[in-house]
Nanobody
Framework: QVQLVESGGGLVQAGGTLRLSCAASGSIFVLNTMAWYRQAPGKQREWVAA???????NYANSVKGRFTISRDNAKNTMYLQIDNLKPEDTAVYYC?????????????????WGQGTQVTVSS
C-alpha cells in the first residue's frame, strides 16, 4: 500500500510563492509517475503537472512558466513550486501517483491519491 501526504498549502497574497510537498510512504517502489492536480470550488479536478521517475516533466498549458514540479527520490517526496500566485490558483491541490512510467492526464490513470492541501490566494 502507498500513502501520499500533501503539505505546504496556506493563505497567501497574490504575487507570492508557495512550495507544496507530497511525501510518499509504504510500497513506494511501485511509484513511477507522480502528478499534481487541483480542484477549485465548484469546478472539476484538473491536472496540473506530472513528473516521471526519471525526472521528465509535463505541465498544463494554463500553468506553464509559473509552476515547477520536481521530486527527490531519496526523500520520497515530490514538490510543486508556484510562483506569482494568482487568485485563480485558489484550490485544493492533490498529489497522485501511478505505477506506470508514462505520464497521464486522466484522473483514472492514477492509482494513489493524497488527501489534498488547501491553497488560498487573496487579491
Amino acid at each position: 500500500q502507498v500513502q501520499l501526504v500533501e503539505s505546504g498549502g496556506g493563505l497567501v497574497q497574490a504575487g507570492g510563492t508557495l512550495r507544496l510537498s507530497c511525501a510518499a510512504s509504504g510500497s513506494i517502489f511501485v511509484l513511477n509517475t507522480m502528478a499534481w492536480y487541483r480542484q477549485a470550488p465548484g469546478k472539476q479536478r484538473e491536472w496540473v503537472a506530472a513528473i516521471t521517475s526519471g525526472g521528465v516533466t509535463n505541465y498544463a498549458n494554463s500553468v506553464k512558466g509559473r509552476f515547477t514540479i520536481s521530486r527527490d527520490n531519496a526523500k520520497n517526496t515530490m514538490y510543486l513550486q508556484i510562483d506569482n500566485l494568482k487568485p485563480e490558483d485558489t484550490a485544493v491541490y492533490y498529489c497522485a501517483a501511478r505505477r506506470s512510467s508514462w505520464y497521464a492526464v486522466s484522473r483514472n490513470e492514477y492509482d494513489y491519491w493524497g488527501q489534498g492541501t488547501q491553497v488560498t490566494v487573496s487579491s
